[in-house]
């Protein structure tokens, strides 16, 4: 059974006359421990196709299966807890809480899953080392570069150890150097097992991962694999 199916998935904002179709009619399987890159031009449905796969948004119409279940029916606190179990999300802007330390941010969605302080601190001491900045765990992130930023974000994502890491454009404020330690620890958790699905439009990003699929006004026109 695949990870990820969906079926005719369709995205439509202002039905009628004037809609635009940010998703027309996609059909995609992910298998368990695939490293994905979804690759699309600014515009080309790419981060809405995202928040799709990410339970952040709903579709118009199409089902989405998430291992064997059926989630494009669902209402917001189902997609909320299984979001919360299941995903970890990694973005280009951080989206850090600018008064928490790197710990506190890493911890902060550990909170929301009712765990206890003991276990939070446990579980972000090790995401916050795998990362490399189990040094910088009581800094904020106004006193840490764009990559070292990045990286807390990345902990944040893994330290509940969800099975799905989804990454829109994890490189896209971050230069060159930074971008290839993202990349590198990305690939890490990818042979550790976890299943990741990276937006980028960058194709020499596109290139590291093991399939690509390019979108296009909402359509899906290339499918293959590195």
């Known amino acids: ?31 368990h421990g695939e490293f994905l890159a979804i690759i699309g031009q600014s515009g080309s449905g790419k981060s809405t196709f ?17 291992d064997g279940i059926n989630v494009s029916t669902m ?35 550990l909170v929301y899953r009712g765990m206890k ?9 090790e995401a916050l080392e795998r990362v490399g900045l189990s040094n910088r765990k009581k800094h904020l992130p106004s006193q840490m570069s764009g990559g ?9 994502a893994v330290a509940a150890r969800p099975p799905i ?20 620890i990305l690939h890490e958790l990818n042979d550790e097992g976890r299943t990741i699905v990276l937006i980028t439009h960058d194709n020499g990003i596109a290139a590291t991962a093991k399939r690509v699929v ?3 006004d909402g359509r899906i026109i290339d499918d293959y694999m590195n």
């Not at 928040?51 to 199409?62: E, F, I, K, Q, R």
């Open 1 to 31: 059974m695949s990870l990820i199916q969906v079926k005719d998935l369709y995205k439509i904002y202002n039905p009628g006359e004037n809609e635009v179709r940010a998703l027309d009619g996609i059909s995609l399987s992910v298998e």
């Open 50 to 66: 995202m928040n799709m796969l990410g339970l952040l948004d709903v579709p118009t119409s199409g089902e989405y299966y998430l």
């Open 75 to 109: 209402d917001d606190d189902r997609l909320s807890d299984i979001r919360n179990r299941e995903i970890g999300f990694i973005f280009q802007g951080f989206n850090l809480i600018p008064s928490l330390t790197a710990q506190g941010n890493v911890e902060l969605p």
């Open 117 to 125: 302080a003991e276990e939070r601190q446990k579980l972000s001491n």
């Open 148 to 156: 070292q930023q990045q990286r807390v974000a990345i902990a944040r």
């Open 165 to 184: 890491i989804m990454a829109d454009e994890p490189t896209g404020n971050l230069d060159s150097r930074a971008g290839e330690e993202v990349m590198r």
């Open 214 to 216: 390019r979108i296009q």
